[in-house]
């Protein structure tokens, strides 16, 4: 088993995020390295989404060449501790955000080339139960959680009004697709 918050660095030569990754909730080698695959294709489509230019792609952060931030695996005790602190909401949830930048989105300032994005923490135990709820495996709930927390990052906010949440589901479902396809799997994996 991993031992309690292992760090470990995932990046590919074809990526240009850097993710360092800790879990503080035991795995297996075997799922340690499946979720390694996931996340993998998961940073892929997220930094196209964020680095190249144009509507087919994405934001295009000018200056930006590389992304950086940490997602932390964790307990349903560990988030909902963090999500009462900086939330004020007493309760478990699946994934929590925490930005270095307020919003992305416009790009109307200048980036330095590494761009620190901030932290992700997704819920391990409310990630198994929603794979089961949604039909597929922990695995892809873990890159849609991924995927979701990123969009964050970089600014977009579904609690913020309709037209928000709409535009972010979009990027959302496009991204989750992409990842999808990108390691094989098909909706159910």
Known sequence: MISDMQMDTIALKTSKTLLNFSASVKL???EKNSLK??????????????LKKGKRHGLGLTGVTSLQLSMTLCGSAKIKSLNSQWREK????DVLSFPVHDDLRGNEFPLP???ELGDLFICHQIAIKQAKEYQVTWEQEIVHL???GF???LGFDHEVSKEEEV??????QDLVKKAYQLIGWGKNG
């Open 90 to 93: 007493d309760y478990a949830t």
């Open 28 to 30: 297996s080698a075997s």
């Open 146 to 148: 991924y995927i979701h």
């Open 37 to 50: 695959k996931a996340i993998v294709a998961a940073l892929n489509v997220c930094d196209e989404f964020a």
């Open 151 to 153: 969009l964050h990052l």
């Open 167 to 172: 535009i972010m589901q979009k990027h959302e």
């Open 113 to 115: 080339p590494e761009l």
